[in-house]
């Protein structure tokens, strides 16, 4: 099995900034890609940023120019720097990542159990 912790969620006024960590540990070969996500409150769970283990990234347009997703491959753990914040992005934060548990198995996605960001204005 595989676990991810995320951490560094909390209350923000806009503008601030945050930076949000996601470790995974447990049964793991490889790590794929890594991701956050986010859900608001009645709202679907929507991409926010993804990284490959080579380090490419793909971001949603709502965070492009604010936030940066990296990652630390030898600590299997991502982060998102939140910087510029708004009250839109008061979410649910939740990171993923696409494991390969040993070198003959298939890939199997894992998610964090969320972190909650809040931006008052």
């Known amino acids: 099995q595989v676990q991810l912790v995320e951490s560094g969620g909390g209350l923000v006024q806009t503008g601030g900034s945050l930076r949000l960590s996601c470790a995974a540990s447990?049964?793991?070969?490889?790590?794929?890609?890594m991701g956050w996500y986010r859900q608001g409150p009645g709202k679907q769970r929507d991409l926010v940023a993804v990284?490959?283990?080579?380090?490419?990234?793909n971001y949603a347009d709502s965070v492009k120019g604010r936030f940066t997703i990296s990652r630390d491959n030898a600590k299997n753990t991502i982060y998102l720097q939140m910087n510029s914040l708004k009250p839109e992005d008061t979410a649910d934060y939740y990171c993923n990542a696409n494991v390969v548990a040993t070198w003959f198995a298939a890939e199997n996605a894992y998610w964090g159990q969320g972190t909650q960001v809040t931006v008052s204005s």
């Open positions: 447990g049964r793991i070969f490889k790590i794929n890609t």
């Open positions: 990284i490959t283990s080579g380090g490419s990234t």
